[in-house]
């Protein structure tokens, strides 16, 4: 018995290291993307736009998309109704909405004299941050006017608490305003959409066999806004060696799998997961042993079951980070032996510890 602890119990150790090496990386990243994609911008587009207009507003989108915002172009109310009833009505139409955060607005209908950034608060409500004057006698004044407005609506918004887990409230708004911006909403959350998802996973078994690194790719098909179904293949990976004083033994393992998951969506940005999928696992085994010992090579295939539980990182509409830890179980599995005796196995169980960045058109 204590021979078979041993390699366990090393083997575990490093299965360890390389997770805490490979969430350290995984970390890293999320750090370094979320900013980029945290916020969602509105350019708000007066209904008489001259060229300069248009100059302004393709500033102000490059200036924004460079600072890793998302930017979506909506018409402003027509400048006939009064005041009060124009700001209103785009007002509400945005926060109903939900997926957008700020809003730029170009002040004047002949010529752009100013914008207005406006930023949503706790309450779903805009306030307005700042009204920032277009410096018409300085040179590139569009371009001045766009930098400095895309940097206050950064500083802006990571000075409030609009944090990625908070979930505004809807507006009171009119009953057939309401009615039809909630049923275009439902109607999309309901259609099916398909997604696709790369990555990358650190696996590995309990006994005897060492972690590797294993590209994944994945299909999801979203039925609403929590179940999908998944198809994944995963292979062609490193390829752990195991080595005794009788010889050695190079693995390699790839994988296909179908199955669904389910997203709890407990906020707008951050979102649990679990997933049950069923396929199959190739294992191939490569060995070389000591004269006068002859080694032999192993292909087998086997079913695959894998459970996984997880969270998501909603880093816009159309961006996603996932990273999930998985158990899997073979059968038969494989076990590896050097003169008779077993000093490793695949698949009783295989971890793996999995981050996927998503897109979904």
């Given at each position: 018995?204590?021979?078979?602890?041993?390699?366990?119990?090393?083997?575990?150790?490093?299965?360890?290291?390389?997770?805490?090496r490979?969430?350290?990386?995984?970390?890293?990243?999320?750090?370094?993307?979320?900013?980029?994609?945290?916020?969602t911008?509105?350019?708000l587009?007066p209904?008489?736009?001259p060229?300069?207009t248009?100059?302004?507003?393709?500033?102000?989108?490059g200036?924004?998309?460079?600072l890793?915002?998302?930017?979506?172009?909506?018409?402003?109310?027509?400048a006939?109704?009064?005041t009060a009833?124009?700001?209103?009505?785009?007002?509400?139409?945005?926060?109903?909405?939900?997926?957008?955060?700020?809003?730029?607005?170009?002040?004047?209908?002949?010529?752009?004299?100013?914008?207005?950034v406006?930023?949503?608060?706790?309450?779903g409500r805009?306030?307005?941050?700042?009204?920032?004057?277009?410096?018409?006698?300085?040179?590139?004044?569009?371009?001045?006017?766009?930098?400095?407005a895309?940097?206050?609506?950064?500083a802006r918004?990571?000075?409030t608490?609009?944090?990625?887990?908070?979930?505004?409230?809807?507006?009171?708004?009119?009953?057939?305003t309401?009615?039809?911006?909630d049923?275009?909403?439902?109607?999309?959350?309901?259609?099916?959409?398909?997604?696709?998802?790369?990555?990358?996973?650190?696996?590995?078994?309990?006994d005897?066999?060492?972690?590797?690194?294993?590209?994944?790719?994945r299909?999801?098909?979203?039925?609403d806004?929590?179940?999908?179904?998944?198809?994944?293949?995963?292979?062609?990976?490193?390829?752990?060696?195991?080595?005794?004083?009788?010889?050695?033994?190079r693995?390699?393992?790839?994988?296909?799998?179908?199955?669904?998951?389910?997203?709890?969506?407990?906020?707008?940005?951050?979102?649990?997961?679990?997933?049950?999928?069923?396929?199959?696992?190739?294992?191939?085994?490569e060995?070389?042993?000591?004269?006068?010992?002859?080694?032999?090579?192993?292909e087998?295939?086997?079913f695959?079951?894998?459970?996984?539980l997880?969270?998501?990182?909603?880093?816009s509409?159309?961006?996603?980070?996932?990273?999930?830890?998985?158990?899997?179980?073979?059968?038969?599995?494989?076990?590896?032996?050097?003169?008779?005796?077993?000093?490793?196995?695949?698949?009783r169980?295989n971890?793996?510890f999995?981050?996927?960045?998503?897109?979904?058109?």
């Amino acid at each position: 018995m204590r021979e078979r602890r041993a390699p366990c119990a090393t083997n575990l150790e490093r299965v360890l290291v390389s997770y805490l090496r490979f969430a350290l990386c995984c970390s890293i990243l999320l750090s370094w993307v979320a900013p980029a994609f945290a916020h969602t911008v509105a350019l708000l587009r007066p209904s008489s736009h001259p060229l300069a207009t248009t100059e302004l507003l393709e500033r102000l989108r490059g200036e924004l998309l460079s600072l890793g915002f998302e930017v979506v172009l909506r018409d402003r109310p027509a400048a006939s109704e009064s005041t009060a009833i124009a700001e209103t009505a785009w007002q509400r139409e945005l926060a109903a909405d939900g997926d957008v955060d700020a809003a730029i607005d170009v002040v004047g209908e002949v010529a752009p004299a100013a914008v207005d950034v406006w930023i949503i608060d706790r309450a779903g409500r805009f306030q307005l941050a700042t009204r920032l004057a277009l410096e018409a006698n300085t040179e590139n004044a569009s371009k001045r006017l766009a930098i400095r407005a895309s940097e206050v609506l950064r500083a802006r918004l990571f000075e409030t608490h609009l944090a990625a887990g908070e979930r505004r409230p809807a507006l009171v708004l009119g009953t057939s305003t309401a009615s039809a911006l909630d049923a275009e909403k439902a109607r999309n959350e309901r259609a099916p959409h398909l997604g696709v998802e790369l990555g990358a996973a650190v696996q590995a078994g309990l006994d005897g066999v060492g972690p590797a690194l294993v590209p994944i790719g994945r299909v999801d098909w979203a039925i609403d806004s929590g179940l999908a179904l998944e198809a994944t293949l995963a292979g062609f990976g490193s390829r752990p060696i195991i080595t005794t004083s009788a010889g050695s033994a190079r693995v390699a393992v790839q994988y296909g799998l179908v199955g669904g998951a389910y997203r709890l969506n407990v906020s707008r940005w951050f979102k649990p997961l679990g997933a049950l999928s069923l396929g199959a696992l190739r294992s191939a085994v490569e060995g070389r042993a000591e004269l006068p010992r002859e080694g032999h090579a192993l292909e087998r295939w086997s079913f695959l079951l894998d459970a996984s539980l997880g969270a998501v990182f909603e880093m816009s509409r159309h961006y996603s980070l996932t990273l999930a830890a998985h158990a899997q179980l073979a059968e038969p599995y494989v076990a590896i032996r050097f003169a008779d005796r077993q000093v490793a196995s695949l698949g009783r169980p295989n971890l793996l510890f999995a981050l996927t960045i998503g897109g979904w058109p």
